[in-house]
């Protein structure tokens, strides 16, 4: 059983925290928390908090938590540490698991230098295998490579243009904008063309980021140009056995993303949660060797099962198509069934 | 064993055909939908689908769903039907099921005239004891009904003001507006002054609604002038026992919409959904007999307790008291715990 601590318990922690719970080779010791707000009260009953020193153990205790321990005792019980830290912050964790002697996994926040490898389990799964630092690329960057590397891997793919119509915040956000403008990212190619190449190689791409004001999903605006002709059918094939693309249509009344997140809640998933990326089957479009298709992603929690792969593909324990099959059979990912 | 079908699947029908099914004297037949849309797919894992004629039987097995019957055939085999049809549709129901000889309980958006008996669990539970054809109250009335009643009961109101800022749309919905305006409510007193006497009877009290761009919740900003003073801490003691009231704090961390709604889905709660009503604990402010605070209401699921409950009193099986505990046990609702 390997033990995994994690680190930060913001979008991305708790979802992570739940996901390893749920996992029968996986262990989840505890989360290291920084304040004793609505989220630890509620994780406590769940999961052994730690906090970052004697101090803070004080002060969680005031508000009537019972913290196990600090992050040296979550980093001297755990195999690996998933740090889910805000932007940034993973770098300067670093050294403490570098001194801790601890695997650590990064999120998509931080410089890809951080780590050894980058990854997305349909893309590069295997350049992790054995390695001790990782980091599961951004939510953008999975929603693209998860569907693109599938293409990749059967037509090749010459050159991909996407335009990326972002979420402003998540939903439990209430302090940042743009709550009534669109936001264009100034930089061209945004940071994305090139995290894409981290896990789907040298492959030339140009990617546009423009923020929206909704807290729901990002939409993805995607143009690949394939190494050889083909026709929708044969996108769809190469689509069929990837369970964590879900192809959705209009007609059945899912237009927007207002209606996939309906659908998850629908679903029962936990905290309403999309892992999939849902494709609009009206929006493939195939000219000669030219797809374009529309997706979306679900920001909070489409890394998540990536975070799961990575555990396993650092610690050797699975292949990757085993490791995808038990995350996803854990999360009640099932292609597209309905 | 009581039997029940669900006529509609909308917001409320999905919820409350989710809340019956987990009672232990009550059994879902199913559910009646109009069209096959990927709501009707997956509610087919869990539901029995009945349809309206047989010509919609067609429709939906060309759309791979095999409904079990049309709605006549849902009356026969229930002992009550729960009307979740859009607003307004109750009323042209109402000769159905007379017709049917079957009870039904209607939802807020029909006019009270439709039922013998408009319900609130806390405010007038006895008065539907019996009854054939009962109205649960709208969100709003319900999230007033349910913090002003104990303050009835305990201390006599003389007068109540209440501002309602309402949530545009539901989350699921992206046709409606407004996306960027305020939009008061030009009727003074709202339909809501009036609606809240059909439940707490004859009480003086005024109602402004004022629709703002969100599609989380309701926001109510209460004042009851009370029969005799009080304090803040007898407002707490009226509140305390009331399981579906749960009072919160923007001091760790919930200090809006936005994080009410992120405590639904870190609770684990089905839908992501909060049955009970928040209310600030900083916002009580007491001065002499004058009561001000503020709350907030989910308005996808507030009602749904309400319901079951209403399913009790109509066919006898229950005291408010015993019914009242046995949703709450059902539906994970605690009180004040977090």
Redesign the interface.
Known sequence: MIKAGINGFGTIG?RVATALSLQDDIQVIGIAKN?????S???STRFNLYVPDAEKLVEFEK?GLKPKGTFEDLMRDSDIIIDCTPEGMGKQNLGKYKKGNVSAIFQGGEEKEVAEASFNSYANFDESIGKKFVRVVSCNTTGLARTLSPLASMFGIERIDATLIRRATD????RKGPI?AVEPSLKIPSHHAEDLRTVMGPVEVDTIAIKVPTT?MHVHVVQAVLKKNAEKKDILDAWENRRRIML?SGK????????L???A????R???DLYEIPVWKESITVTGNKVRYIQAVHQESDVIPENVDAVRAMLKMNSSRDSIEKTDRSLGIKGTV?
Chains 1, 2 share one sequence.
């Open positions: 708790r304040s004793p707000d609505y989220v009260k509620i994780a508000a939903q439990n956000d209430s009534n729901l959705v059945d009344g899912r237009s927007s993303t207002a209606q997140m309906d659908m809640r629908e679903l029962g936990d905290r309403s309905v």
